[in-house]
């Protein structure tokens, strides 16, 4: 942990407010990002944001400083995340399917659109569908790797899984989305 961190756990220690609000400010924003996206209602997800906090006010005396306080309370969030996925409906376990290749049926060259193609809300509201069709597990990693632009490693240790189980389902969540975003760009690749 940096200096900065050790600093800033040792005034959230003592109840300072600013710490507080300091951490709240920095991660809060992330978190909300990673619960809608893992749940799909921004009503649970305000509530992963509050009980994330809460949890670090409650348990800022145990934090040893092994991870960092922000992969603390992503690693937080996300189980409160999945255990509100587990209670709405049974999950299925990726991981006991790792050894199934998703094998996409469809490639577009994605350099042969034009980037207004690309960049319309229109192709980003696909992206977003198509994102939202992943597993939670993909989708957990896709948005913490791709979208927050966390490390492998960070992700691995909030997660709770392995770096290589991290790179095997962030390439399988790429894949995923590449089928599905294919049938919605063929158009634009398909010129007579």
């Given amino acids: 942990m940096t200096e900065t961190s ?19 400010n920095t991660y809060a ?7 809608v996206s893992l749940l799909h209602d921004e009503v649970q997800a305000d509530g992963v944001v509050q009980n994330t906090f809460l949890a670090l006010i409650k348990h800022v ?4 400083g092994r991870a960092s306080i ?11 995340c999945m255990g509100r996925l587990r209670k709405q409906r049974p999950q299925v376990d990726l991981d006991s399917m790792l050894d199934e290749d998703i094998i996409p049926m469809t490639f577009v060259d994605w350099n042969t659109l034009p980037d207004a193609v ?3 809300s229109e192709a980003l509201a696909e992206m977003k569908t198509a994102i939202n069709k992943l597993s939670p597990n993909l989708r957990s990693v896709f948005t913490l790797r791709d979208v927050e632009e966390l490390s492998t490693a960070e992700t691995a240790e909030i997660l709770g899984i392995s770096q290589s189980a991290v790179k095997v389902r962030l390439h399988r969540a ?5 089928e599905h975003l294919a049938h919605y760009f063929e158009e634009y690749t398909h010129h007579d």
């Fill in 70 to 80: 922000g992969t603390w309370l992503y690693r937080v969030a996300y189980n409160e």
């Fill in 6 to 24: 050790n600093t800033l756990v040792a005034a959230l220690r003592l109840s300072d407010p600013d710490a507080l609000t300091t951490v709240f």
């Fill in 118 to 120: 690309l960049g319309s």
């Fill in 29 to 35: 924003d992330k978190i909300y990002r990673l619960a």
């Fill in 174 to 178: 790429r894949l995923a989305l590449r």
């Fill in 61 to 64: 005396d145990s934090f040893e």
